[in-house]
T-cell receptor
Framework: ETGVTQTPRHLVMGMTNKKSLKCEQH?????MYWYKQSAKKPLELMFV???????ENNSVPSRFSPECPNSSHLFLHLHTLQPEDSALYLC??????????????FGPGTRLLVL | KNQVEQSPQSLIILEGKNCTLQ??????????LRWYKQDTGRGPVSLTI?????NTKSNGRYTATLDADTKQSSLHITASQLSDSASYIC?????????????FGAGTILRVKS
């Protein structure tokens, strides 16, 4: 295992629901990331946190709301999602960010289906 | 625009055979290139990482090559096993001043049959 866990592993929700995805890393890393992976498309970076502060938001719709309460936990709060938001949501962590050389360690992902 | 293109999109081979996956990129300036393996239902796991000064890097039966002049990389898998069935993702990192903004390819799906 990579040391990054995600829950739930699978989630089905209606467009009016509110749910949250959870990510936890046990590696002592300072940077955490949310990615969206759609079929046959490259991973899309959604949010980056470094030292518990958001450092990047790549034009993600406001129906996705991240939260980083401490350096080892990251949440993605979901509300009023659209069917096109169905995808695999991956969390990753790295020791730090900015050097460009660090490896990101990925969690297993949450498979989300929006009906 | 920074892009990473991978080919083929998918590949099916017999167990024991070798195969080579390709990655072309336009990322500039370039810092390093990684190959990740993503098993079905799992997150990507790093296989190799190469800086612009490295031409080849091995990890067991996986050998990655890099030609920074032509902006091409390949991942060669020797004596394939059923457990090699996965998606292989090429990831390029721009230079340090651009932080950790990785550019991902769409991946090559490899299926090894017995």
């Amino acid at each position: 295992e990579t040391g990054v866990t995600q829950t739930p592993r699978h989630l089905v929700m209606g467009m009016t629901n509110k749910k949250s995805l959870k990510c936890e890393q046990h590696l002592g890393h300072n940077a955490m990331y949310w990615y969206k992976q759609s079929a046959k498309k490259p991973l899309e970076l959604m949010f980056v946190y470094s030292l518990e502060e958001r450092v990047e938001n790549n034009s993600v719709p406001s129906r996705f709301s991240p939260e980083c309460p401490n350096s080892s936990h990251l949440f993605l709060h979901l509300h009023t999602l659209q069917p096109e938001d169905s995808a695999l949501y991956l969390c990753a962590s790295s020791q730090d960010m900015g050097s460009g050389i660090e490896t990101q360690y990925f969690g297993p992902g949450t498979r989300l289906l929006v009906l | 625009k920074n892009q990473v293109e991978q080919s083929p999109q998918s590949l099916i081979i017999l167990e024991g055979k070798n195969c080579t996956l390709q990655c072309n990129y336009t990322v500039s300036p370039f810092s390093n290139l990684r190959w990740y393996k993503q098993d079905t239902g799992r997150g990507p796991v790093s296989l190799t990482i190469m800086t612009f000064s490295e031409n080849t890097k091995s990890n067991g039966r996986y050998t990655a090559t890099l030609d920074a002049d032509t902006k091409q990389s390949s991942l060669h898998i020797t004596a394939s096993q059923l457990s090699d069935s996965a998606s292989y993702i090429c990831v390029v990192s721009p230079s340090m001043e651009y932080g950790n903004k990785l550019v991902f390819g769409a991946g090559t799906i490899l299926r090894v049959k017995s």
